[in-house]
């Protein structure tokens, strides 16, 4: 279960953003819409505590993130959080294979094999599982960032636009997988889109 | 996955960075680690080779030339003394032991000594092998040069002259026979043939008699030097010389044999203080002090020694400065990657950790090379000096200074890695990862 209430952040003073409270119960999925600049991708970064909220809590399974440390915090995100950037970010050092294993590894020790080819099978990157993330095109980077997202089973998964490059074919691929996951580990699922092909697959939907 | 994977892929994937961090660490590790070593084991070999002796006696000439030739056996003589000069100092009081060698001839570069067997006792030279020497032209061998010319119980050799090997042929009349093996000493003892006193007289004896170039000349012309007395007896010598030179010596017969020089071991270390200076005012002998030259060689090397060292830490502070910058510079371009670890769940105590990581591996790394770079240096000057002077050095595992060493490197770069990662510290995860 995963509640926000009151949700109330500002960029240096100059942009007030209050959040609608948002309650997703295990496997629900949300949309969220709305233009540039409402604050969509904030309220990521604040449900993720990856920022700070200035009021209003977030409580995912019972734990309020106003109540833990910095530490805790990366540790509890580490676990229980999913994230899918609108940006894709990597180590670049390492292979795809190693990426997922990495996502696996921290903080507790999934050291998963089947489900990193389950996943990249899933996700059309089994064949690329040994090339350098550089290598990869850019549909296929977006695959790998969701199943970076998805692999270690988080409670809640946010994810920032997951499908503004993929082609028709892979974006229903990614839609069924983001609800075959979600049902399967129990994930409640968050995400923000612009995608007509998204919306026509997620009814529940708010508006910011 | 652990960290110290990720730290190495991080860090393997900069190979030019990697390679001029490395470069300038081993570059210094190995100068300090060979240079230290080198000295270190110079003067424990000097130290060691001079130990039994405290005053060498021999030919007037440079006392770094006599204690060199005489006891390290790497100069030329300085000359020649006679043995009946020695019987006095030979019963000193304040004398323990005093031994004669005398030598001047080689085999493929390897000098035969003649001496008596207490030479063998002061350096604690055993038999490995078969039996010490009793008559002339019997050798023992050190280990050094068994295992160089691999020789064989009963093999015989003709010895040449002089102390370098230069094919000439030499003593065809008397070829020696190896009698025995000695153990190996760590000594200069390895690296000599080693027989009596008379091979090397009935030798040069042949030499003398066919005037021979060399060694005997200046001989004579030491003889000149003395009083008339002398020159008689020489002269009487030579007429015995005529008829018994297979006999052994008679009394008349020693008092013109010659050595090389005389090494002492004083009872009493009054006698260091008194004999020398006797012995150089009074005598047409003079007296060195194996110690005191020493001593002063390696002063001589110490100040090139600190230079090197100089030169060495100065290279060491940039290769500090290398890999701060190099840190620096990853730290900055995987601001990302950084923040993407923290959201996977690394806190900042675990991102500092895979910066240490990585720079620890890269001191490890630039220190190990550098430390088998310094060791192989070594090796190239062992063999040098093996070929050339006839002493090997060890190739010595991990020393304490050298441990001391990699300490210094890596509480740098520590403090290299620290003051690099601050940043760390600061790292605003939501806005770096939206500035893509």
């Not at chain 2, 100069?75 to 004398?95: E, R, S, Y």
């Not at chain 2, 010319?149 to 102390?163: A, E, P, W, Y």
């Not at chain 2, 009394?251 to 013109?256: A, R, V």
Request: proline letters at 3%.
């Amino acid at each position: 279960m995963v509640e926000t209430s009151n949700l109330y952040y500002t960029y240096e003073d100059v942009t007030a953003l209050t959040f609608p409270d948002i309650a997703l119960t295990p496997g629900e999925h949300m949309l969220v819409m709305g233009p540039s600049g409402v604050g969509k991708t904030t309220l990521l970064y604040l449900m993720a505590g990856l920022l700070p909220p200035i009021r209003g809590n977030v409580v995912i399974d019972g734990t309020g993130l106003n109540m833990l440390s910095r530490k805790e915090i990366d540790k509890f995100r580490g676990e229980h959080i999913g994230l899918i950037f609108q940006q894709y970010h990597f180590i670049k050092s390492l292979n795809v294979s190693d990426n997922l294993h990495l996502r696996q590894t921290f903080p507790k020790s999934t050291n998963d094999k089947k489900r990193l080819h389950e996943l990249a099978e899933r996700l059309g990157l089994a064949e690329h599982l040994s090339k350098k993330v550089t290598e990869l095109s850019q549909g296929q980077q977006q695959r790998l960032s969701i199943a970076l997202g998805l692999i270690h089973k988080p409670k809640l998964v946010l994810a920032d636009e997951p499908t503004s490059n993929l082609d028709d074919v892979n974006c229903i691929k990614v839609i069924n997988l983001l609800k075959e996951e979600a049902e399967i580990c129990k994930s409640s699922l968050l995400i923000i889109t612009h995608d007509l092909r998204v919306m026509s697959h997620f009814h529940n939907r708010i508006e910011l | 996955m652990n960290l110290g994977y990720l730290a190495y892929k991080n860090m393997v994937s900069k190979p030019l960075n990697l390679l001029l961090s490395l470069m300038l660490l081993s570059l210094s590790v190995s100068l300090v680690t060979f240079v230290f070593q080198l000295s270190q084991q110079l003067g424990d070999q000097l130290n060691k080779n001079i130990a039994p002796f405290d005053m060498v006696v021999g030919a007037k000439g440079s006392p770094l030339q006599l204690v060199l030739s005489s006891v390290l056996h790497v100069d030329v003589p300085t000359g020649n003394i006679k043995l009946k000069d020695m019987t006095a100092l030979q019963n000193h009081p304040f004398v323990e032991k005093a031994i004669p060698v005398s030598y001047g001839d080689n085999y493929k570069g390897y000098r035969i000594l003649g001496t008596e067997t207490q030479y063998l006792n002061s350096y604690n030279a055993k038999l490995s092998e078969g039996r010490l020497y009793q008559k002339s032209f019997e050798v023992v061998v050190g280990s050094g040069v068994r295992s160089k010319l691999n020789l064989k119980l009963g093999d015989t050799f003709i010895s040449s002259h002089g102390l370098a090997d230069s094919g000439a042929t030499g003593h065809e009349e008397h070829p020696y026979e190896v009698v025995g093996f000695l153990e190996s000493t760590g000594t200069v003892v390895d690296q000599l043939l080693i027989s009596n006193l008379k091979s090397i007289w009935d030798a040069h004896e042949h030499d003398g008699s066919k005037h021979n170039e060399g060694f005997e000349d200046k001989h004579q012309e030491d003889y000149e030097g003395h009083d008339h007395n002398e020159e008689h007896e020489h002269k009487d010598s030579e007429n015995h010389q005529g008829h018994n030179h297979n006999d052994e010596y008679g009394n008349e017969e020693h008092e013109n044999l010659e050595i090389t020089s005389l090494l002492v071991k004083f009872k009493n270390p009054l006698g260091m203080v008194q004999l020398p200076r006797f012995i150089n005012e009074n005598t047409t002998m003079q007296a060195a002090l194996p110690g005191l030259e020493i001593q002063r060689l390696m002063g001589l090397l110490s100040s090139g020694v600190q230079t090197i060292n100089g030169i060495a830490v100065a290279i060491l502070l940039v290769s500090a400065l290398s890999i701060f910058i190099s840190l620096l510079k990853t730290i900055r371009e995987r601001k990302q990657e950084l923040a993407l670890l923290r959201t996977y769940g690394l806190g900042i105590g675990k991102l500092l950790g895979l910066a240490l990581l990585e720079g620890l591996f890269l001191a490890l790394l630039g220190f190990v090379l550098g430390w088998i770079l310094g060791r192989i240096g070594v090796w190239g000057v062992s063999q040098y000096m093996q070929a050339s002077y006839g002493y090997a050095l060890r190739i010595n595992s991990p020393e304490l200074v050298e441990l001391f060493l990699l300490s210094l490197i890596l509480t740098l770069t520590i403090i290299a890695t620290l003051l690099a990662s601050r940043s760390i510290f600061k790292l605003n995860v939501a806005k770096t990862l939206s500035d893509a």
